[in-house]
Each structure stands twice: as structure tokens, then as C-alpha cells.
């Protein structure tokens, strides 16, 4: 029997995920309530990935495998279109959002964590 995806280095996942969590809900939030009317595409997409990222933080803290796979796939693919748009449409976004330019604000943790997540979740099969 394999131990929990939430033991071991998968602790480290929950804490990342959980402190992403924090600050891009927190900036969103602040985002929304103070100027949402500058960047409504950019901030609500910011507040998507803190929705994500909070799913991701529970789904491996209870384990729930499959849960946190599909997220780490909606996460990955989100970085992936995101980080592309903001770069090849720099107008439609005018003030970054997480996953702008491959979540360059947060030296592109955005970009590297589902990927090992997503490694971490399938070796541990």
C-alpha cells in the first residue's frame, strides 16, 4: 500500500498550493473590489485560478485523487492558454493576472507546479 498523496513531499504540494491560495484570492479580491472595471477579464481569471488552487489544496489534503488530477489538468491548461493570449494579445489584458505570460509575476511557479503535481499524483499510482 502506497502512503497518502497528501504525506511526504505531497505536504509540500498542500502547503504551495495553499499559500497560492491565499495570495491570489487576496489579490483578486482586492483587484475586484477596487478596480474591476479596468481589467474584468484579467481579475476574474485571477480569481478563477484562486478557485482552482483552493480546490487543488483540498482535493490533496483529503486525497481525493481524481479531483486533484482534473484541477491540475484545468490549472496546467489555464497557465498554458493564458500565458500564450497575454503574450500574443498583450491589449486584451491590462493588468496580469496569475497566469499572464506563464505566471511570470510568481516566477513561474504557476507553470512548474502542475506539472509536478501532476508527476507527483501519477508516480505515486
Known sequence: ???????????????VYGLFSLAAGAR???QIAMRFDEAP?????????????????????????RLALA??????AGV???GTLSLLDPAAFPDATVWSGYGEGYLFIPL?????GLYWLLRRR
Open 112 to 116: 512548474v507546479l502542475p506539472l509536478v
Open 80 to 82: 498554458l492558454i493564458v
Open 71 to 76: 484541477a491540475l489538468g484545468v490549472e496546467l
Open 41 to 65: 477579464l484579467a481579475y476574474s481569471l485571477s480569481a478563477f485560478a484562486a478557485a482552482v488552487y483552493i480546490l487543488l489544496t483540498v482535493a490533496l489534503w483529503r486525497g481525493a485523487r
Open 1 to 15: 500500500m502506497t502512503a497518502p498523496i497528501g504525506s511526504g513531499p505531497g505536504r509540500a504540494l498542500i502547503a
Open 28 to 30: 483578486a479580491g482586492v
